[in-house]
């Protein structure tokens, strides 16, 4: 199992809304007389539809596409070119989200020559380890190893490095009703509906629901088939307790520091400026799908919350722009509260 060396080094996570990124702004490095873009299954799908939205060209996947069939288009995105046949397509992208050691790749390019499919391949990948594989002609994004994206998070060998909180990431949240520590909340632990369903066994499950709950929480993971190390729950008498006390976040992060674990998955965005902040260990929070580092302020903490602003205000030339862009970055990261207080203390005279 691939380990990090240092915990608090950076995790290299994009988002779907980074993916589409990538693609609109390399899309001038592809020829622009491509028929149809095909995707290598199954991520390599998703990267294909948002070329071919964003282009207006057919698209399919690699399976279809190798059986001579292309997706149909809807009413508005009817043109001549769009209601052609696979075997018409004379210059053809085939597109994978990422590509590390090629096999995927390697396996399309073999599987569209055994077909005996003529025509002007292109092969490129939204994301490389490098900015060039002998496997893709193109890649539109260098992302070094550590890394993980919002479509596999869940799924990623990484999971049994890491803690994971429950509600809000497993399954979704209990309102307030559900939430009154007796027989709704009971009832909402049996029945919760789940959200993010891991493929791999997780390292540690830590929640901040109460230990009193522990059978009821078990059976719920074992229904739903959920695999992990161990369960890590808050030992205290009462949820008016809890909120007496306000420990969810330091409970985590006091947690989450004594262990090797490289990652915490938690659900809401101030819980996991918290926790990083008194782990000091990298949080990714599921609400914004940033990685939240202990420094708030670091580089890589300011460049991952930079990449999931609207790319209008991260491509600013100007000194004014920048200023907005680090204004908008601070106040992800830190809150409107802390970036508040941040304010005052710049502005304090020496």
């Keep these: 199992m691939r380990t990090l060396e240092d915990p608090t080094q950076t995790m290299h996570y994009r988002s779907i809304s980074d993916m589409n990124d ?43 596409f190798i059986a001579g069939k292309i997706y149909s288009s809807g009413i508005t995105k009817r043109r001549a070119a769009l209601d052609r046949q696979a075997s018409d397509m004379r210059k053809i992208l085939v ?23 003529k025509a002007d391949f292109i092969f490129a990948a939204v994301f490389g380890l490098l900015s060039q594989h002998q496997e893709t002609d193109v890649v539109f994004e260098v992302v070094p190893h550590p890394r993980m994206f919002q479509w596999n998070f869940m799924h990623h060998k990484f999971l049994e490095q890491s803690c994971v909180d429950i509600d809000g990431v497993l399954c979704l949240d209990p309102t307030e ?36 709950y522990r059978k009821l929480t078990e059976a719920w993971l074992d229904k739903h088939d959920v695999k992990y190390n161990k369960l890590i729950m808050l030992d205290l008498p009462s949820k008016a307790e809890r909120q007496r006390l306000g420990v969810h976040g330091s409970f985590k992060a006091d947690f989450y520091a004594k262990t090797d674990a ?31 580092y202990p420094d708030a302020l670091s580089l890589p ?20 722009g920048r200023k907005t862009v680090v204004k908008k970055v601070a106040r992800t990261l830190l809150g409107e509260r802390g970036y508040e207080t941040l304010k005052s203390r710049v502005k304090r005279p020496a």
């Design 95 to 117: 597109i994978d989200d990422s590509v590390s050691g090629g096999n995927a790749m390697r396996d399309a390019r073999n599987r569209i020559e055994a077909a005996g499919i």
């Design 301 to 320: 903490a300011l460049n991952q919350a930079a990449r999931n602003l609207p790319a209008r205000l991260r491509q600013v030339n100007s000194p004014e």
């Design 177 to 212: 009703a559900e939430n009154d520590d007796g027989p709704a909340y009971e009832k909402f632990l049996a029945e919760a509906r789940p959200l993010f369903a891991p493929t791999r066994k997780i390292g540690w499950l830590v929640t901040s629901r109460l230990e009193k």
């Design 262 to 292: 490289i990652l915490f998955i938690e659900s809401e965005h101030q819980q996991a400026l918290k926790i990083a902040k008194l782990s000091g260990k990298p949080v990714l929070c599921v609400e914004t799908h940033l990685v939240t």
């Design 22 to 64: 990538a693609i609109v702004s390399n899309l001038h490095r592809l020829p622009r007389d491509i028929d149809l873009v095909v995707g290598v299954p199954r991520s390599g799908i998703l990267a294909a539809t948002l070329v071919s939205l964003a282009s207006n060209i057919p698209m399919t996947d690699l399976d279809s």
